[in-house]
């Protein structure tokens, strides 16, 4: 996924849209009635940062990423003198312990190696009594990455070893666990389902094969003949055979998790 956090524009012709959608709902779960002073760790493109924004107008949101681009891209999307970025990683989060309210991850923790430690990290700028939440994606919730896979390995063998699996906190009860060994109490933890609705086989082919991520990365490399007739199989497993293109939808299923710092 190396590709798709090095382009704020890619990320956003991706997953942007959905990322964008699945945010409200992992807010309603957090449960935060005033946010005070929030961080936002792993910003991206600020779909976080937006929902956080609606929730609660006063809030003061910080958002750190440590990829530049996508901090300068929330930094011309976002005007509000409330809400200030900073490239920083999720391991070093730079601000003392208890410097927030509260502290908010939206779709990072599956791609960080030291999960337990960017949690502790979490735990520790976030005050007593403060919520530390988080939301990833479940193993079989991205349908519209897994079928482009599935397609793609019935035609090639290889392409098993380039489809970017989510690897850790893909599971029920996993986020669960990492918070319950970070210390932290009161954990709740529950499954979001979303679908994810595209208007033709292109608003869902183009952005996946131009955008950025593994589904690019691997049609690259093959020849024309190669991406047609992948393109082929996939419209067909989509829209069963169905000769007008219309609308479709996927399911989608994120995990999230949320727990109080002790007082």
């Known amino acids: 996924m ?12 991706v997953m942007g849209r959905w ?11 957090a449960g935060i009635q005033k946010y005070g002073r929030v961080i936002d760790v792993g910003c991206g493109t600020g779909s976080l940062v937006q929902a956080i924004a609606t929730s609660d107008r006063e809030a003061e ?3 750190i990423d440590p990829v530049q681009a996508f901090i300068d891209y929330c930094r011309t999307r976002f005007h509000n003198p409330r809400i200030t970025f ?12 208890g410097h927030f309210d509260h502290s908010l991850s939206l779709l990072v923790l599956m791609f960080i190696p030291e999960v337990g430690k960017a949690a502790r990290e979490m735990r520790r700028v976030t005050k007593p009594g403060g919520t530390v939440a988080a939301c990833t994606w479940d193993a079989e919730g991205l349908k519209m990455d897994s079928i482009f896979f599935e397609e793609a390995i019935k035609l090639d063998a290889t392409a098993e070893t380039k489809a970017d699996t989510l690897r850790q906190l893909n599971c029920q009860g996993q986020l ?11 954990v709740a933890e529950t499954s979001i389902q979303m679908q994810m609705d595209f208007a033709s086989f292109d608003d869902y082919w183009v952005p ?5 991520g593994p589904c690019k990365a691997y049609i690259s490399e093959l020849s024309p003949a ?32 949320r727990g109080r710092v002790p007082s």
Do not use: C, H, Q
Not at 176 to 186: M, N, P, V, Y
Not at 228 to 241: C, G, H, N, P
């Open 2 to 13: 190396s590709e798709t956090f090095s382009s704020a524009d890619g990320y956003e012709r």
């Open 86 to 97: 900073t490239t920083a990683s999720a391991l070093e989060l730079p601000y003392p312990d």
């Open 19 to 29: 990322s964008a959608k699945l945010a409200p709902r992992f807010v309603d779960f």
């Open 61 to 63: 949101i910080i958002g």
């Open 176 to 186: 669960t666990d990492l918070w319950a060994e970070t210390g932290l109490e009161d």
């Open 226 to 257: 190669g991406r047609y007739t992948l393109r082929a199989r996939v419209r067909e497993r989509l829209l069963k055979s169905n000769t007008d293109d219309g609308p479709f939808s996927l399911p989608a299923k994120a995990l999230a998790v």
């Open 208 to 212: 996946l094969t131009e955008g950025a």
